[in-house]
């Protein structure tokens, strides 16, 4: 089964600082995609960036990173130079293969609240 | 490219009322999702559709909700009869792809408030 591990329920991070949100994930997939989403009070569901298994290089998106470890079967984001706008929850999900289509499954979610 | 559309954006009923929410993916998306996400938690999958058969259904209380994806787009989620620990936002989502390598992935409705009384 799929699971998806967030162990840090909230955590706090200055204006201009680098943060590390958390994530570990179980599978027996050979093949699946590591997926983080933003999700402001607003209630919609952003999607930040993306990561394969199979790719050696961690993946970027301007101010985001994903430092993806495979034997440890972590990938936790990195968000440098926090903004206010980035006060809101983030979710971890990974997109397995069962049968013939992809399977979602999300983690628990960090509540990420930055600090002028 | 217009985004995934969900109607009602919120809905009110007592419990053991019927309700239905409707979605419309993004034009091409094969794959449509629905999930159930409550207040403090992270979204949690009722049901996956590809074109429009069910590829995972698993998690999906079926003795009071049910789901249907007629001709392969639009999607309609019901609950019937609502209890209590309905309330929660209604999430769906789809995608272009269906395996393989690209990345797939979910691009999401705004949802649809749930509130049972």
């Known amino acids: 089964a799929q699971k998806i591990t967030q162990t840090q329920p909230g955590m706090f991070v200055q204006e201009k600082e680098a943060v590390t949100l958390d994530c570990t994930y179980d599978?027996?997939?050979?093949?699946?995609?590591l997926f983080w989403y933003k999700q402001p009070s607003s209630g919609e569901m952003i999607f930040l960036i993306y990561?394969?298994?199979?790719?050696?290089q961690n993946a970027t998106e301007g101010r985001y990173s994903l430092n993806f470890q495979k034997a440890r079967k972590s990938a936790n984001l990195v968000i440098s130079a926090s903004q206010l706008g980035d006060s809101a929850m983030y979710f971890c999900?990974?997109?397995?293969?069962?049968?013939?289509?992809?399977?979602?499954?999300f983690g628990t979610g960090t509540s990420l609240t930055v600090i002028p | 490219e217009a985004g995934v559309a969900q109607s009602p954006r919120y809905k009110i009923i007592e419990k053991r009322q019927s309700v239905a929410f409707w979605c419309n993916p993004i034009?091409?998306?094969?794959?449509l999702y629905w999930y159930q996400q409550i207040l403090g938690q992270g979204p949690k999958l009722l049901i996956q559709?590809?074109?429009?058969?069910?590829?995972?259904d698993s998690q999906l209380p079926k003795d009071r909700f049910s789901a249907e994806r007629l001709k392969g787009v639009d999607s309609t989620l019901k609950i019937q009869p609502a209890k209590l620990e309905d309330s929660a936002v209604y999430l769906c989502?789809?995608?272009?792809?269906?395996?393989?390598?690209?990345?797939?992935?979910?691009?999401f409705g705004e949802g649809s408030r749930l509130t049972v009384l």
């Open positions: 989502a789809s995608s272009l792809s269906s395996s393989g390598s690209l990345p797939g992935e979910l691009f």
């Open positions: 559709f590809q074109n429009n058969g069910v590829v995972d």
């Open positions: 599978t027996s997939d050979q093949s699946y995609g």
């Open positions: 999900a990974m997109r397995g293969s069962k049968g013939t289509g992809n399977q979602f499954y």
């Open positions: 990561q394969g298994s199979y790719d050696e």
């Open positions: 034009s091409g998306h094969a794959t």
